[in-house]
């Protein structure tokens, strides 16, 4: 059985999904504030890696874990409401690529959980 990764079309899908996230992500005013300051060339390349492990293609993530990564973020105020406009986006960026909803429903699953960590819960 195909992974996530080949489902979605590998190395071009994942670098057109987190690229048009993150053009929907820093122009939303819900969220956008969070990366202020952030280096979003770095940002975009371990995003990339991160969600390629992820979805089960080749692993090159070194990056912090969720929780450690993101509990700066959690002391300046994320909560749930800011997960699920991430999500909402990220569900978005792979519609727009014309991923298959049953699939779009999977990477959400996926990143739901997550939610725990990343919100420090």
């Known amino acids: 059985m195909p992974t996530l990764y080949e489902q979605l079309g590998g ?3 994942v670098e057109a999904a987190v690229d ?7 122009t939303d005013p819900r969220i ?3 990366f202020e300051g952030v280096d979003m060339d ?3 390349s371990k995003q990339k890696a991160f969600l390629t492990m992820v979805f089960g293609g080749p692993v090159a993530y070194s990056g912090q874990d969720l ?9 300046r105020g994320l909560n749930d409401s800011h ?6 986006h990220l569900g978005a960026s ?3 690529l014309g991923v298959a909803p049953a699939l779009i429903g999977e990477v959400a699953a996926l990143a739901e959980t997550t ?7």
């Open 11 to 13: 190395s071009p899908a």
């Open 20 to 26: 048009l996230f993150y053009r929907k992500v820093l």
């Open 32 to 34: 956008s504030d969070f």
């Open 42 to 44: 770095i940002q975009i």
């Open 67 to 75: 929780r450690r990564g993101h509990a700066h973020l959690v002391a």
């Open 83 to 88: 997960f699920d406009a991430v999500i909402e």
């Open 94 to 96: 792979l519609a727009e």
């Open 115 to 121: 939610r725990a960590d990343v919100l420090g819960k």
